[in-house]
């Protein structure tokens, strides 16, 4: 990571107004997406939208030639091209030989994308943006930090600020005044404009039709008051036939802004007459820029199923304190890191993706079903394959990791060493240049005897069911009481609970970082100790582990062409299960009986994001707490990540402190005495903060809770 990008980190964290505005937006916004997907089944709607788009992309080029014919039967000239270069020379040649000196625009993000605007305006043309999100960038000197609103950033006091330098009139922060004087000063502009420069939503290669979704009237000026329109559209927004609009239109609004339907739908087929009577000229430019080689990747054709909504970027925890300046290029977000690494190059993306925190809510929200998160670790695999591992990466990864015998050896010398700092199983500070990962929340101790060891101790009942216990490194080393809440659990309902001692590192944390090698490797190991005991249940009290296994073995064994261990994946995927899932079950079954009867404490409960978003569980361990009498009380942003992200709170100390202090004080609104949480990431994230601040709020993982009230 660049200086420069630290900076441009620390920057953004300490603008309050950046994180301000796009907090209180964040916040609205999913309340009013909710009110405005009620009735809808969403998941259907996004599968139709999926199936619509990734059709497209599997006939780029049919489509596109017959968007083309289509378009040009009807008195549109169309101009395709791969170059980005081509596009802006296209336009600019048009220009010149009809005349043009000055150009409005609505807003158009593949304009933004080839950095139009420079380019018309070093060869002399005058360019104005009329969308009122992009004028306000346009005056500030800056590009969009959000697809849909390019100026969410800023505050109505800066609009105000730049506003008052633009008309050489000192005024206030009124937002209806402010909105007056860019009509009254944008209106001049479409009047006596030669060329309107617009994108599109959709492009229909049935009819040739052009669709525009918007929220100001600019883009219907733009269009029509010119005598020539040109539109650049990116190939991804073909679709086959005119049916297909109706599946995107309702999900684009609802989507982007929480609205039904926006202010304008315009359509525009074929060449219209002008004003005066004459004939408009209609150019379309179909811009490929990479999209057709994006289209044949097995993994990244996905990503064209995009519809520009940016909803994952307003659901986004690092997004919503950084913004799109820092968290992107000329596109942001997760799928910006995506799009950044086709249409400018992989190396672009380096930076940025390593901010996704990997909490799947951009997956939860996505009206293409894209699934970013698992796209931006395929950037991170390719880039360590181009560009191989750091030497930090090598020594943990390759070094470590790889190395169960190693890596153990490691933990039980690190329960020795930590003996100097350690204080009521929490280490709070640390010498030297370890000092930054014990400074916004403590550390727990290593375990001086792992749960691997303590297992040989607990006396269970030989029983003709049994279950694998996969406990992961830290319930392992760091919380062995939380695996001896399972086993007591399980033992409960008739289980015997099987510890191999084989198990190592899930490998989640080397796939994360794109080094596959080491993950398939990590993979192989636990197929061998896992499956070498005939179980009924492999179970797991870490969602992160339990993903893993239960998905991630499986596609990374694929990706690095294991394919001999894939059969063995599949049996174990089968098997796996989580915690909450299998006591749930259990319960139901009536092998297990929790205590009722009693009204015990307040509780609240944190979903983890692997829990929730990969394997859709929140619900059983909400039941579960409630059936052995906790009070249980909702917080706030319940299945808000909490900053963990596995390594992330390492990489990222400065964006993880924030997003931990916003879910403690969540907690401690609930008025809640102890949290409960299905994963021991979460539980060291979240327990470190509260022993930092000095509260007595207890953390808990939900087995240790159920484990209390046993009958």
């Given at each position: ?620 361990p909400r039941e579960l707490l409630q059936k052995a009498g906790y009070q249980l009380a909702e917080m706030f942003e319940a299945d808000m990540c ?39 990431g979460c539980v060291m994230q979240i327990a470190g903060g509260f022993d930092k601040q000095g509260e007595g709020i207890r953390v808990k993982h939900t087995a240790e809770l159920l484990a209390e009230k046993l009958k």
């Amino acid at each position: 990571m660049t200086e420069q990008f630290k900076q441009s980190i620390e920057q953004a964290l300490h603008n309050p107004n950046l994180t301000g505005a796009l907090g209180r937006f964040s916040e609205a916004y999913v309340i009013s997406r909710a009110k405005a997907y009620e009735g809808i089944d969403f998941e259907a709607l996004r599968s139709r939208i999926a199936e619509i788009k990734g059709g497209a992309a599997e006939r780029l080029e049919e489509l596109a030639q017959q968007f083309q014919r289509e378009a040009e039967a009807r008195g549109a000239k169309v101009f395709r091209t791969s170059s980005p270069q081509a596009v802006k020379e296209y336009i600019l040649n048009l220009a010149r030989e009809k005349g043009v000196k000055l150009v409005v625009k609505s807003k158009s993000m593949a304009s933004e994308e080839i950095h139009l605007n420079p380019y018309l305006e070093q060869a002399g043309l005058t360019v104005k943006e009329t969308d009122l999100g992009e004028w306000i960038i346009q005056l500030a000197g800056q590009k969009p930090s959000h697809m849909v609103m390019p100026a969410i950033h800023m505050t109505k006091e800066e609009v105000a600020d730049l506003f008052s330098k633009e008309v050489q009139e000192r005024l206030t922060s009124d937002i209806p005044r402010l909105v007056k004087v860019a009509r009254q000063e944008l209106r001049q502009y479409f009047l006596a404009a030669d060329m309107g420069i617009s994108g599109a939503n959709i492009a229909v290669a049935e009819t040739g039709t052009l669709v525009l979704v918007t929220n100001e009237g600019n883009a219907r000026l733009v269009t029509t008051l010119p005598r020539i329109h040109v539109a650049i559209v990116g190939l991804e927004k073909l679709v086959p036939s005119f049916t297909d609009i109706a599946p995107i239109l309702q999900a684009l609004p609802r989507s982007a802004t929480g609205q039904l339907l926006t202010s304008y739908v315009s359509m525009i087929t074929g060449s219209t007459p002008n004003p005066d009577g004459s004939g408009k000229e209609l150019h379309i430019i179909l811009m490929d820029n990479r999209r057709s080689e994006m289209a044949r990747d097995p993994k990244f054709k996905e990503a064209l199923q995009c519809i520009r909504c940016a909803s994952c970027l307003n659901v986004c925890p690092v997004y919503r304190l950084v913004g799109g300046h820092v968290f992107g290029h000329v596109y942001a977000g997760g799928i910006g890191t995506i799009l950044t690494a086709w249409f400018d190059e992989l190396k672009k993306s380096e930076e940025i993706q390593g901010l996704c925190i990997m909490c799947g809510r951009c997956r939860e929200v996505c009206p293409g079903k894209i699934d970013i998160p698992e796209l931006i670790v395929e950037i991170r695999r390719r880039l360590v394959k181009e560009e191989g591992q750091s030497l930090t990466q090598k020594a943990i990864f390759s070094g470590v990791l790889s190395n169960r015998r190693l890596f153990h050896s490691l933990l039980r010398a690190a329960s020795l060493a930590q003996k100097p700092f350690a204080r009521g199983g929490f280490i709070r500070h640390l010498p030297l240049f370890f000092s930054g990962l014990a400074e916004f929340r403590s550390l727990p101790t290593i375990a001086e005897t792992p749960l691997r060891d303590r297992v040989k101790q607990i006396k269970q009942t030989p029983a003709r069911e049994k279950a694998v216990f996969y406990a992961g490194c830290l319930i392992d080393f760091a919380y062995p009481q939380m695996g001896e809440a399972v086993i007591k659990v399980l033992n409960k309902a008739g289980i015997e609970v099987v510890f191999p001692e084989g198990q190592t590192c899930c490998g989640a944390p080397a796939r994360y970082n794109g080094a596959f090698e080491v993950a398939a490797q990590n993979a192989v190991d636990n197929l061998k100790a896992l499956l070498s005991t005939e179980a009924s249940y492999v179970v797991s009290a870490c969602p992160t582990c339990t993903a893993a296994l239960k998905h991630e073995f499986i596609s990374t064994l694929e990706t690095q062409g294991r394919q001999e261990w894939l059969s063995r994946a599949r049996e174990l995927a089968a098997k796996t299960v989580d915690f909450s899932s299998l006591v749930k079950k259990l319960v139901d079954e009536g092998r297990l009986t929790l205590l009722e009867g009693e009204t015990l404490e307040k509780v609240t409960y944190h979903d983890s994001c692997h829990l929730k978003r990969t394997l859709k569980v929140w619900q059983q361990p909400r039941e579960l707490l409630q059936k052995a009498g906790y009070q249980l009380a909702e917080m706030f942003e319940a299945d808000m990540c909490c900053g963990m992200g596995g390594s992330y709170s390492l990489k990222f100390p400065e964006i993880s402190a924030p997003i931990l202090q916003r879910k403690l004080q969540n907690i401690k609104n609930t008025g809640a005495t102890t949290v409960a949480m299905d994963c021991p990431g979460c539980v060291m994230q979240i327990a470190g903060g509260f022993d930092k601040q000095g509260e007595g709020i207890r953390v808990k993982h939900t087995a240790e809770l159920l484990a209390e009230k046993l009958k």
